[in-house]
């Protein structure tokens, strides 16, 4: 019955492919909706609303389980960990179907009290009108005489529209089918069995986030986020068929995977009062234009106008005008097919356009004696640099020194407690002296160490001090000024994990090691092969996952069984992971010493932050995880984690 079923419905689409685009919301799904020759503005910032269920997130259903992942198609979801997979095959030219099959179910059998789970992906005309699909879908039910039990509208996560059913057929077998979009295509989700754990299966479904490269536009007072697959270009135009030239204030975007699409943004400035009409006048190459109406949509609450598949260009051209203060911007989209062809690719990246011609702002610009940040405020208002005769505090609002704390000898390194109330700087006599933040009272100086203290941290709770130094001690201090323990590590980094029962070292020639924090014993070797005086070794919030970076490159194991994860990086002089979990943050030398966020568990890339013009050899975030911080000795840099901003810049001298 069941691949009957499947059979059956794949036949049914192959007969009835009808290829028109109905209207421009079959293009532009996200911008606008239209009702005959009503069009209605929906801002993009805010996709429309609907009154139905909202479902909880994957990782609230199946939070254990294993990940099925499509990223041709763009769509992952969660399924049991003691299912088995049945990759997917053709069938026929016009879909594909992968198999989720409990223990003891085949194909061909359901076991008792077992499941199976269907994934059909089907390329069917008109795409993105999943109204139409589904309708379709229910009059081949209604054919086959099955009967409807259950319908449901729902809204998964990240906005995904979907529609599920109890189909009951003649014979009386109950099916659950869940339908939705799939990029320019439509996804199923059929089965048959545990139907309750069958419909928590397809409500982990997701899209698939692929990793993005921020840009940001200093005198275009705009940023974006586009695909890392992708090649960009600025100040330069590329055409469909490879061509390229200068142009000014332009970017280009051109897909790899998508016949070549190009997106390009060219951004104007505008006398005052200008309105998106005259814009469009005044920056028409194409005299074709004028005779258009256009699509009126809304880019991120600016007024803005569509001109889809015109004839300009030699394969014809589609362009999006907006205006936002006294800029105006031409998004120009270049492809061999139809527009609705390029969407995929475009959508994302309009949607992550953000102009802040109105008020955006340059980066705060402050001085610091020294290049040498190490600590946010907790409120992230502020940074902490460490100079040469002491730490300066600069707010991060003006770019102001706010506070500066005097030392009576050079200043080595510098750390601050995770409550705000202590800094621990190491001087050069090889003393460290722990100060009260309040007053700058020195409460202790702690001795014991004979040559140069080049790292400090405090344990997560602040309990707890620990030092590395080049003698090849690495010290634990309670912060009543007395030492606890003492073990001869040869540490170049330290770290303290969660809970700090553990401590991780990396040595000058040895691999990284782990050790009892209460009894100073060796736990076990990672590996690795030495570091760096500026080496970072870190443990993840949660504790399960341990990174560094080395000379032999950037390592993350899993601390559990002490296997290595990932080592992707070959040259990386910096590494740290967000407060809140979310992502590791590492330098990459090789790659024009980008600043790179990635996934905590894997080390795959998520998006680039920024490149700068030496290697980062320090990389923290703040407490909140709002904000990360890095240097390269000639700037420092603050970005907002969320969009890449960039926030402030600390260099010698300010314009």
């Not at 229910?138 to 599920?164: F, H, M, P, Y």
């Not at 600016?302 to 015109?310: G, I, K, P, V």
């Not at 009260?436 to 602040?462: A, E, N």
Request: with cysteine; proline share 5%.
């Amino acid at each position: 019955m069941f691949k009957k079923l499947i059979i059956l419905l794949v036949v049914i689409f192959a007969l009835g492919a009808v290829v028109t685009i109905s209207s421009i919301s079959a293009i532009l799904p996200w911008f606008v909706t239209r009702s005959d020759q009503t069009i209605t503005t929906v801002d993009v910032s805010d996709p429309p609303q609907i009154a139905i269920p909202i479902l909880p997130a994957a990782t609230q259903v199946l939070p254990s389980g294993n990940l099925y992942k499509d990223e041709s198609s763009g769509f992952q979801l969660t399924y049991p960990v003691d299912w088995t997979l049945d990759p997917s095959k053709p069938l026929g030219s016009r879909a594909s179907q992968a198999l989720l099959l409990s223990p003891g179910t085949t194909a061909e059998s359901l076991a008792e009290g077992g499941s199976r789970v269907s994934i059909v992906i089907y390329a069917w005309d008109p795409t993105n009108d999943l109204s139409a699909y589904v309708a379709r879908r229910k009059a081949a039910w209604n054919a086959s005489s099955s009967t409807i039990i259950e319908e449901k509208d729902l809204i998964l996560a990240d906005g995904i529209r979907a529609v599920s059913f109890i189909v009951e057929s003649t014979d009386k077998q109950r099916d659950f089918i869940l339908i939705t979009t799939a990029g320019e295509k439509y996804l199923e989700i059929v089965g048959q069995g545990n139907l309750e754990l069958i419909e928590e299966v397809a409500q982990t479904l997701s899209p698939v986030v692929e990793p993005s490269q921020n840009y940001q536009s200093e005198y275009g007072h705009f940023t974006l986020q586009y695909p890392s697959r992708a090649i960009f270009y600025e100040n330069q135009q590329v055409s469909v068929d490879g061509v390229i030239s200068s142009a000014e204030n332009t970017i280009a975007i051109q897909d790899t995977s998508i016949n070549g699409t190009v997106l390009s943004l060219t951004y104007f400035t505008l006398p005052d009062d200008i309105t998106l009409a005259d814009f469009i006048r005044l920056e028409n190459d194409c005299l074709e234009l004028s005779s258009l109406g256009g699509q009126s949509l809304s880019l991120q609450g600016h007024e803005a106008l569509l001109l889809s598949d015109t004839n300009c260009g030699p394969y014809g051209t589609s362009y999006i005008y907006t205006t936002a203060g006294n800029m105006g911007y031409r998004f120009t989209i270049e492809t061999h097919e139809k527009y609705s062809v390029a969407a995929p690719f475009v959508d994302p990246i309009l949607k992550s356009f953000q102009t802040h011609a109105e008020d955006i702002t340059a980066p705060i610009c402050f001085t610091p004696e020294e290049l040498l940040p190490f600590a946010f405020s907790p409120d992230a208002t502020k940074l902490m640099v460490r100079a040469r005769s002491g730490v300066q505090v600069f707010d991060l609002e003006s770019g102001a020194q706010e506070t500066f704390f005097h030392s009576t000898q050079d200043v080595i390194t510098a750390a601050l407690s995770p409550d705000e109330k202590v800094l621990a700087w190491s001087l050069d006599d090889n003393t460290i002296q722990l100060l009260r933040i309040s007053d700058q009272k020195v409460l202790h100086t702690l001795s014991g160490h004979t040559d140069m203290v080049t790292k400090l941290r405090f344990s997560p709770d602040g309990d707890l001090l620990v030092s590395a130094s080049h003698d090849l001690w690495v010290r634990v201090w309670n912060l009543q000024g007395e030492e606890l323990r003492s073990i001869q590590a040869g540490a170049l980094g330290i770290a303290s994990s969660p809970d700090g029962s553990v401590i991780a070292t990396v040595p000058n020639d040895g691999p990284v090691a782990l050790w009892d924090a209460a009894s100073g014993e060796k736990i076990k070797d990672l590996g690795g092969l030495g570091g760096y005086d500026t080496s970072d070794v870190e443990f993840s919030p949660d504790g399960q996952y341990l990174a560094a970076d080395l000379v032999t490159g950037l390592f993350l194991w899993r601390i559990s069984d002490a296997s290595l994860v990932w080592n992707g990086v070959k040259n990386s002089m910096a590494v740290t992971f967000s407060p809140d979990g979310r992502y590791l943050a590492y330098s990459d030398v090789d790659d024009g010493n980008k600043v790179i966020l990635a996934a905590p568990d894997t080390g795959q890339l998520i998006r680039v932050i920024d490149k700068m013009q030496s290697p980062v050899w320090q990389l923290f975030f703040s407490p909140n995880a709002s904000l990360l911080a890095a240097t390269d000795g000639v700037e420092i840099r603050v970005w907002q984690v969320e969009d890449g901003t960039l926030l402030a810049i600390g260099k010698a001298t300010c314009p």
